[in-house]
């Protein structure tokens, strides 16, 4: 039997409260705000690198029931995007989030990082250590990329052979044959987009569920070029914030990149989703937002006390 998506809905996305562009950073990153702003936000980092904090929405917006919420598109990426041709690295979204944090007096300094924003959340708290940054004193890393260039490359591996196999393989043919793409090119669209996720999530058909998003390429390479052959863990001591990881146990992201971390942190807790690939969000977002509600409030006096000693 031929697995078939679900008939996309398209999901409303609210306006922010506020939106703009910043003005301390080398260029200006677009960034918006969810809740009052009468409480230090939690600086939500989107996935790509090279993509946009939309894709994240409406379902992300669910943590801010926990507080007000700063999303920022980085550096390259969505209405953030720059015709220069400097290369970004892994270096400028390190110093731009520490822009970001300085220009709208982030503290105590929450990250919620995504994916690559996961990477990117630990690579600036390793800094952080190093250099007068902004010190990060919570960190809430969900599926986040891999921590070394060998996790990397298993995740590649993995990846493609779930886009070019099975079920997703069957789906592609299906949609190619369809003649959709002259009968109705925006469902076209849409379901290619779907067919090129599929292989994040447990349940291809979720994909449908996921608000679109553009990575640009020539960004996403520039950055994980500048990575080099990295491993981070010798570094992940260093960092003494605490810590949640979050993990789908089907993502094609090696779960051991997460056990890997969350072993090398300090003060860090691991909790793997059952029947959840890459997009936890999405495919079980009960049990995400409760495992980072939980852990907020454990953390709550934690992160006062931090924060009345870093003054």
Do not use: K
Request: aromatic residues 10%; negative net charge; contains cysteine.
């Amino acid at each position: 039997m031929l697995l078939r998506f679900r008939v996309a809905v398209p999901q409303t996305i609210p306006p922010p409260s506020a939106s703009g562009y910043t003005r301390t950073t080398d260029h200006p990153l677009y960034w918006a705000l969810y809740g009052a702003a009468d409480a230090p936000p939690m600086v939500v980092l989107h996935g790509g690198p090279g993509a946009h904090h939309d894709y994240l929405l409406p379902q992300m917006l669910r943590l801010g029931e926990a507080g007000p919420l700063l999303f920022y598109d980085q550096r390259g990426g969505g209405r953030s995007r720059t015709e220069s041709r400097d290369p970004v690295t892994w270096r400028s979204h390190v110093a731009d989030l520490a822009a970001v944090a300085r220009e709208f007096d982030v503290t105590p300094l929450t990250l919620v990082g995504y994916s690559w924003g996961g990477l990117l959340a630990l690579f600036y708290a390793v800094e952080a250590a190093r250099e007068e940054l902004p010190t990060p004193h919570r960190l809430v890393l969900i599926d986040p990329a891999p921590v070394s260039r060998a996790f990397r490359d298993e995740y590649d591996a993995e990846y493609a052979r779930r886009q070019s196999a099975g079920e997703i393989h069957a789906m592609r043919e299906q949609l190619a044959s369809s003649g959709l793409r002259s009968e109705d090119p925006d469902a076209y669209r849409q379901r290619a987009f779907e067919l090129s996720v599929a292989g994040f999530f447990a349940d291809p058909r979720m994909a449908n569920d996921l608000t679109p998003f553009r990575v640009i390429g020539r960004v996403q390479q520039s950055v994980w070029e500048s990575l080099g052959d990295y491993d981070l863990v010798d570094t992940l001591p260093g960092v003494t914030a605490p810590t949640l990881v979050v993990h789908g146990r089907q993502d094609p992201i090696p779960l051991a990149s997460s056990e890997t971390a969350a072993r090398a942190l300090p003060d860090a807790r691991l909790v793997v989703l059952e029947n959840c690939g890459h997009v936890p969000y999405v495919e079980q977002p009960d049990a995400l937002f409760a495992a980072i509600e939980r852990f907020l409030a454990e953390t709550a006096d934690i992160l006062l006390l931090r924060h009345r000693y870093d003054r």
